[in-house]
């Protein structure tokens, strides 16, 4: 397994994310609340740049006639056709089988490296 190391922790604040070419791999690295998580540029549906759509939460398991909203900033939205993904597992919402890659991110000397293998 190698580590490729993209940006500078702080070049990615809470909130933001970045799309970077790794090994050939089109890859967006988002920091969600200080914790960065990656996942691949693609979504299975119909191949659209993933990392392009809205990052959202989503309504929480509730009772009858209510809606929690949680997980904010934890769902990406396919700017083509509105499948959404967890960023930090890469699993759809609606399907188990149905996920985008994910890959481990890690943090040495404030620098963020994605690793691949």
Known sequence: MAVYYIAEAVDIPPGSHKVVEVSG??????????E?????NYCPHEGAPLCRGDVCGTTLDSGVY???YGRDQEIVRCPWHGWEF????GKSLFNDKTRTR???????????????G
């Open 25 to 34: 791999r089109s890859i967006g690295v988002y920091n969600i609340k200080g």
């Open 36 to 40: 960065f998580y990656a996942i691949h």
């Open 66 to 68: 209510e809606f929690i």
């Open 86 to 89: 967890d960023i930090k597992t």
């Open 102 to 116: 994910s890959y481990t991110t890690q943090v040495d000397e404030g620098k963020v490296g994605v690793v691949i």
